[in-house]
C-alpha cells in the first residue's frame, strides 16, 4: 500500500461503483429471479411474471453497465485483471443476459407457436447469467485460485447467488401479484430464503478463513462488538420473513412489501460485509483500489458529471416506478 | 521463426480482432435503425396529437413495438461492449484511458439511463401517464439515443484523429477536452452516421410498408408510413451525399493512408483516375482489371484535375490492408448511389402520379435492409482504414491485446456467432411476422372497420391476443 495520505478521489469513485454493483444486484437481482422462476407448466402466470418486470428490466441492467463501466474507467488495471481472469464465465454470463433480454421482447412478437420457446430461453438465460454471476464472485472472493477447494467454493456461490436473486425476485412478486401466483411466490421465497441464509453463512466462514488479515479485521479487537448487532439483525430478518411468508397474503395484502424489504436489507448486509473485509483491496490481496486508480484529473471530469447527473438518475428512477405502481397488469403498446 | 507462445499470441490477436469486429458489427445494426426511429416515432406521435387522425397512431403503435424489439436487442448487445475492454484489450485502457474513461462514462451517465428509464414509460404508459408525459418521454428516449451517438462518436473520432492531450511515460493525459471531444473529424462523422441512421429507418419503414402493401394490407396508416417514409429518404440522401463528400475530404487531410486505401492508390501521383472497380494486390502492390475515369480522383479530393494524391507506397508498414477497404467503400457507394436513385423514383411517383407501381413496391421490399448493408460498409472502410493504429500514431492494435489463451477466445468468439446468428434470423423473421400480422387483422377486421379499436391488438390467433 504505496498511500501514505488517502487519496479522497479514488475512495469517492470506489464507493459510486460499490453502490453500483449493490443497486444492480438488488434490481437486475429481482428481475433475474422472476426470470429462474418461470413455472413451465402455466402460460398465464409466466405472463404475470413478466408483465410485472417488464417496465424495469432495461434500466435495471443499465446499472450493470454504469457498474463495469465504473471500474473500467477508474480503476482500468483492476478491470484488465479480473476480467482476463474470469474470461470465460463472462462469456457465458453475458450469452445468458443476451439470451434473456431479447426473449423478453420476442415471445410477444414473434409467430404465437414459438412463444413457449422464448420463455425457455427467458428462464434458462437468466439461471445463466446468475449462475455464472454466483461463479465469478466465487472466483473474485477466493483471489482467483485454482485449488479444487476454491473452485468448488465458487460452484456453491454459483446456487447460492442464483438462490438469492430467486428470493428477491419471488419477495418482488409476492409484492406486485395476487391470488395464486402471490401464494406461489411465497412458497418460493420461504425455500430459496434458506438456500441463501445457507449461503451467507458458506460465504462467512469462508471469507474468515481465506486470509488472516479478514479474519483480523472482523475479530482482531473492538470491532467485534459489531458482529453481534449485525448478526443478530441477519438473524432477525430472516426469521421474520420465514413467519410472514406462512401467512401470505394476509387480510388486505397487509405488508406484502415486507420480503422485498427484507430481501434488499440482506442484500446491503452481504454487500457491506463483503466490502468491508476487502478494503482497501480491489483485486483481493492482489491491487489495492489506489494502484489501480486512473489518472485524477480524468476521475475529477467523471465526478463532477456524476455529481450533477446521479441525482437526476435517482429521481427519474423513482418517478418510473411511481407510473408503474401497484400491483401488476396486462402491458400495452 | 516463432515460438509457441508467439504464435498463440498472434492467433489470440487475430481471434480477439474478430470478435470485436462481431460484437460491434451486429450491435451497431441496432442502434442504427433507433437513432432515428425513435424522433420519426415522435414525428408520428406529433402528427397525431395535431391531427387527431388515428391512422398516425396506428403507424406509431405498429412501428413502437419494433423500436421496443430492436431496442432490446441493441442494449443487450451493448453490455458485451463494455466488457470487450477490459477481457480483450486491456492495452487500450492503459494507455488513453484517461480519454476513452470519461467519454464512455458521460454515454453511461447521461444517455443510458436517460433511455432506459423513459423508455418504458414511452412503450407501456400511454394509458398511465398524460398525453403530454408521454410526448415528453419520447422526446426523451430520442435526445437520449442521440446523445449516446455523441459520445460514443466523438471517443471513436478521436481514436481516428486524436488531440487535445500530451503523451507523459506512454499514457495520454488531456490537455484540453474541448479539443478532445470536437477532434478534428468528430463533427463530419457524427453527422455522416446520424443521417446513416435516418436512411436506415426510412428504408426499413419503406420496405415493410410496401411488404404490407403488396399482401393487400389498404390501410390508410401504412400508405402514410410508405409515403413518409420515401420522401425522408428523398430528402436525405442527398445530404447524406454532401456530408459523406466533406467526410472524406476530412479524412484525406488527416488520415492520407485511410483514402490512399479507399481510392488503391498505390503510388502518389497528380492527376489521379478514379477507379470505378479494380482488385488491389498487395503482394505486387499493384492493381489489376482497372476500370477508371481519369482524373476524377483528383478533382473530388483536391478539386483540381491535376491535385497530387499520396501513395499507398508512402506509408509502408503503416497503411491498413487494402482489398477491405478498397471494397467496403465501393459498396458503401454503391448502395447510396441505388438508394438515391429509388427514392427519388418512389417520391416522383407519390407526388405527380399518387401510385407505386408494383415492380417498384418489390424494389423496396428488396431494399429494406440497404441501410444496415451502407452502413457496416461505412464502418469498415472507416475501422479496418485506421489500422494497423488502435488510436493513430499512438496505440498499435496488437500492441493493445489480451494474453488470454487461444482457446478460449475462440470459445467465446464462437458463443457469440452462435447467438448473433440466430438473433438475427429471428430479428429478421419476427419483422415480417408482425407485418403479416397486421396484413391479417386488416382483413378480418375489413368489415367492421369503423368499429375497430385504437389499439392494434395482438394478432386474435394468439393465445394472449383474445381479450
Redesign the interface.
Known amino acids: 500500500m504505496a498511500a501514505t495520505t488517502v487519496d479522497w478521489l479514488p475512495m469517492v469513485f470506489v464507493g459510486l461503483m460499490g453502490l453500483s454493483f449493490l443497486i444492480y444486484a438488488i434490481l437486475d437481482g429481482y428481475d433475474l429471479g422472476v426470470g429462474v422462476l418461470l413455472p413451465l407448466d402455466s402460460q398465464q402466470q409466466r405472463d404475470t411474471m413478466i408483465y410485472s418486470i417488464g417496465p424495469f428490466w432495461d434500466a435495471n441492467e443499465t446499472w450493470l453497465v454504469m457498474a463495469i463501466g465504473l471500474l473500467l474507467i477508474a480503476f482500468p488495471k483492476a478491470h484488465s485483471l479480473i476480467f482476463q481472469a474470469l474470461y470465460l464465465p463472462t462469456a457465458l454470463m453475458l450469452a445468458g443476459l443476451i439470451l434473456r433480454g431479447v426473449s423478453f421482447d420476442f415471445r410477444t412478437k414473434a409467430p404465437s407457436t414459438d412463444k413457449k420457446k422464448w420463455d425457455y430461453a427467458f428462464k434458462f438465460g437468466s439461471l445463466l447469467a446468475t449462475l455464472a454471476q454466483g461463479y465469478m464472485l466465487g472466483r473474485y472472493i477466493t483471489s482467483f485460485d485454482d485449488s479444487w477447494l476454491s473452485i468448488a467454493f465458487s460452484g456453491l456461490s454459483a446456487v447460492c447467488v442464483t438462490a438469492g436473486y430467486c428470493f428477491i425476485g419471488a419477495a418482488w412478486l409476492v409484492m406486485k401479484t395476487e391470488g395464486q401466483l402471490q401464494r406461489r411466490a411465497a412458497n418460493w421465497a420461504k425455500v430459496t430464503n434458506i438456500l441463501m441464509a445457507i449461503g451467507i453463512i458458506a460465504v462467512c466462514i469462508t471469507n474468515l478463513l481465506i486470509d488472516k488479515q479478514i479474519m483480523d479485521k472482523w475479530f482482531g479487537g473492538i470491532q467485534v462488538l459489531i458482529v453481534i448487532p449485525i448478526t443478530f439483525l441477519l438473524g432477525f430478518t430472516f426469521i421474520t420473513v420465514q413467519r410472514y411468508l406462512n401467512k401470505v397474503p394476509m387480510e388486505n395484502d397487509l405488508g406484502c412489501w415486507l420480503p422485498f424489504f427484507a430481501a434488499i436489507i440482506l442484500f446491503i448486509l452481504c454487500f457491506c460485509g463483503l466490502a468491508y473485509s476487502f478494503y482497501p483491496y480491489i483485486v483481493p490481496f492482489k491491487m489495492t483500489i489506489f494502484e489501480a486508480a486512473s489518472a485524477r484529473e480524468s476521475l475529477w471530469v467523471i465526478f463532477v458529471g456524476a455529481a450533477v447527473v446521479l441525482p437526476m438518475i435517482i429521481a427519474y428512477t423513482i418517478f418510473s416506478y411511481k407510473v408503474f405502481w401497484g400491483k401488476t397488469t396486462k402491458l400495452n403498446y | 521463426m516463432l515460438d509457441a507462445a508467439a504464435i498463440a499470441n498472434d492467433t489470440s490477436f487475430m481471434l480477439s480482432r474478430i470478435q470485436f469486429a462481431a460484437n460491434i458489427s451486429f450491435h451497431i445494426l441496432f442502434p442504427t435503425i433507433n437513432i432515428a426511429l425513435c424522433w420519426i416515432l415522435l414525428f408520428f406521435k406529433v402528427r397525431y396529437n395535431q391531427t387527431q387522425d388515428e391512422s398516425w397512431l396506428r403507424v406509431y403503435?405498429f412501428w413502437?413495438?419494433i423500436f421496443?424489439?430492436t431496442?432490446?436487442?441493441g442494449?443487450?448487445?451493448?453490455?458485451?461492449m463494455?466488457?470487450q475492454?477490459?477481457?480483450n484489450w486491456?492495452g487500450y485502457?492503459?494507455t488513453v484511458?484517461?480519454?476513452?474513461?470519461?467519454l464512455?462514462?458521460?454515454e453511461?451517465?447521461?444517455a443510458?439511463?436517460?433511455e432506459?428509464?423513459?423508455?418504458?414509460?414511452m412503450?407501456?404508459?400511454?394509458?398511465?401517464?398524460s398525453n403530454r408525459v408521454h410526448t415528453m418521454a419520447t422526446v426523451l428516449v430520442a435526445f437520449g439515443t442521440t446523445l449516446s451517438a455523441f459520445w460514443i462518436l466523438s471517443l471513436d473520432s478521436w481514436m481516428q484523429t486524436p488531440a487535445g492531450f500530451e503523451m507523459i511515460d506512454g499514457?495520454a493525459?488531456?490537455t484540453s477536452?474541448f479539443e478532445v471531444i470536437f477532434n478534428p473529424s468528430m463533427p463530419y462523422r457524427l453527422s455522416h452516421m446520424l443521417l446513416a441512421s435516418g436512411l436506415t429507418s426510412a428504408f426499413l419503414i419503406c420496405g415493410i410498408s410496401a411488404y404490407r402493401l403488396i399482401k393487400g394490407d389498404n390501410k390508410k396508416s401504412v400508405k402514410q408510413a410508405l409515403n413518409f417514409s420515401v420522401t425522408l429518404a428523398a430528402v436525405l440522401i442527398p445530404i447524406q451525399i454532401f456530408v459523406g463528400d466533406l467526410h472524406g475530404l476530412n479524412t484525406f487531410k488527416h488520415q492520407p493512408a485511410k483514402v490512399a486505401a479507399m481510392e488503391g492508390v498505390w503510388e502518389t501521383a497528380t492527376g489521379v483516375p478514379l477507379l470505378l472497380f479494380a482488385i488491389p494486390n498487395e503482394q505486387t502492390r499493384k492493381n489489376s482489371f482497372e476500370l477508371k475515369v481519369p482524373n476524377l480522383a483528383s478533382i473530388i479530393l483536391t478539386h483540381d484535375a491535376e491535385g497530387e494524391i499520396k501513395g499507398l507506397n508512402d506509408f509502408i508498414g503503416a497503411h491498413p490492408p487494402v482489398a477491405p477497404v478498397f471494397f467496403s467503400f465501393r459498396i458503401m457507394i454503391g448502395i447510396g448511389v441505388l438508394m438515391l436513385l429509388f427514392s427519388w423514383l418512389a417520391t416522383y411517383q407519390f407526388v405527380i402520379k399518387k401510385h407505386y407501381p408494383p415492380w417498384l413496391l418489390k424494389a423496396g421490399i428488396a431494399m429494406t435492409f440497404s441501410g444496415w448493408l451502407a452502413t457496416l460498409a461505412g464502418w469498415y472502410v472507416t475501422e479496418i482504414g485506421r489500422q494497423p493504429y488502435l488510436v493513430s500514431g499512438i496505440l498499435r492494435t496488437k500492441d493493445a491485446v489480451?494474453?488470454?489463451p487461444p482457446e478460449?477466445?475462440a470459445?467465446?468468439l464462437t458463443?457469440?456467432l452462435v447467438?448473433y446468428g440466430f438473433?438475427l434470423i429471428?430479428y429478421i423473421?419476427?419483422l415480417f411476422?408482425?407485418a403479416n400480422r397486421a396484413v391479417i387483422l386488416e382483413q378480418a377486421n375489413a368489415v367492421t372497420i369503423e368499429q375497430m379499436p385504437l389499439?392494434e391488438p395482438?394478432?386474435p390467433?394468439?393465445?394472449?391476443?383474445v381479450k
Open positions: 403503435r413502437v413495438r421496443a424489439l431496442f432490446a436487442i442494449v443487450v448487445s451493448g453490455i458485451t463494455s466488457f475492454f477490459g477481457t486491456p485502457m492503459e484511458g484517461n480519454i476513452a474513461g470519461p464512455l462514462g458521460y453511461v451517465m447521461t443510458f439511463f436517460l432506459a428509464s423513459f423508455l418504458s414509460i412503450l407501456f404508459g400511454m394509458d398511465r401517464v499514457v493525459h488531456v477536452w489480451t494474453t488470454t478460449d477466445i470459445l467465446s458463443l457469440y447467438i438473433l429471428a423473421r419476427t411476422v408482425m389499439v395482438e394478432l390467433l394468439t393465445n394472449e391476443g
